[in-house]
């Protein structure tokens, strides 16, 4: 298939993109590289723009015969959203309906949306199922839940055929250390702890150890990012049309923060200083996901089952490229 990755320079897309050559198909990217970077989908089609230009989209879907779309272009930092909720409103809800419509009026009706946890807010229950109810306690959150109620209704009334599928904490690189995870600012917690371990950072911030935890420190359950596009390859091929599949993406096991800090300091053997701060409003103490409902109709079980696993890849992408793909490899 000829598949359009909105977001597909990204950190998750472009591990898509890769995917998506290596079972047979097309990658068609469209991004506008605000967050994206050009070295991480090198030798693949790359049109440079906005997911709101409807002309461009056009053009892409009649000049690349466009046969289904995957889309990783919503703006995904909590905090953000709710200093400027507007960002979002407008790049995650009104760009992402100009896709739709523009999928509508071009004939192509499949649709993988990378979701998120985020949607359930403070989960009652652990390990959060797709039965627990969606409450989004943040802007961001709530964008990414109105375009799975928009889903719904295409597949309703259009007959779309759509997955939705919530990550949980998407993480590591490629084994080969080829592309791996790159943002300005970092926010997420294990390049963060790398970039202390080697040096670019004095220490790591430790957001609260009063939860109720072992350690307690919040607990997350990290997914790598080869298995998050092995879930939307195998959620691609298995889409109906009028009907969706909503699923969680995780590996169903928790690590602490301070779980996640020994071990990136046992696998790049470095010394990383911790610091203590304060609570983060609105961070819930577990957030861990029930992904059998995703192992029952995709057949998807994550490869990387452990911590040590995940952060053994990032390590070797930032060893490689230190100062992300601005650099070239380094010997560490």
Request: hydrophobic share 40%; charged share 20%.
């Amino acid at each position: 298939m000829n598949v359009l990755v909105v977001g597909g320079a990204g950190y998750i897309g472009s591990h898509m993109v890769r995917m998506l050559v290596q079972a047979g198909h097309h990658p068609v990217i469209l991004d506008n590289l605000c967050d994206g970077h050009r070295a991480s989908v090198s030798g693949q089609t790359l049109h440079v723009g906005e997911l709101a230009d409807r002309e461009l989209l056009d053009r892409i879907f009649k000049s690349e015969g466009i046969d289904a779309v995957m889309h990783f272009a919503a703006f995904a930092q909590v905090g953000e959203s709710v200093i400027d909720p507007a960002k979002y409103y407008v790049n995650n809800i009104m760009a992402t309906l100009v896709l739709l419509e523009a999928m509508r009026d071009n004939g192509v009706t499949r649709f993988v949306f990378s979701s998120t946890c985020a949607t359930y807010g403070e989960p009652q229950t652990i390990p959060i199922k797709e039965s627990e109810p969606q409450l989004p306690v943040n802007p961001y959150g709530f964008t990414k839940l109105v375009i799975e109620r928009a889903l719904e209704d295409y597949a309703a009334a259009y007959g779309f055929a759509y997955a939705a599928l919530r990550y949980f904490n998407a993480a590591g690189a490629s084994p080969d250390g080829d592309i791996g995870e790159d943002h300005d600012p970092e926010t997420h917690l294990i390049p963060i702890v790398l970039q202390v371990a080697l040096g670019q950072r004095s220490h790591v911030t430790i957001f609260g150890d009063d939860y109720e935890t072992p350690d307690g420190t919040c607990i997350r359950d990290y997914i790598h990012v080869d298995d998050l596009a092995r879930a939307h390859l195998t959620a691609l091929e298995k889409l109906q049309p009028g009907s969706g599949i909503r699923l969680n993406l995780g590996t169903g096991t928790g690590y602490s923060v301070r779980e996640v800090i020994n071990a990136c300091r046992n696998i790049s053997g470095r010394e990383i200083p911790e610091v203590m701060g304060v609570r983060r409003e609105g961070d819930p103490p577990r957030l861990i996901a029930d992904s059998s409902a995703a192992k029952e109709l995709l057949g998807w079980v994550p490869k990387y089952q452990s911590v040590e696993d995940v952060v053994q890849t990032a390590w070797a992408w930032h060893c490689q490229h230190p100062r992300g793909y601005h650099d070239g490899p380094d010997v560490q």
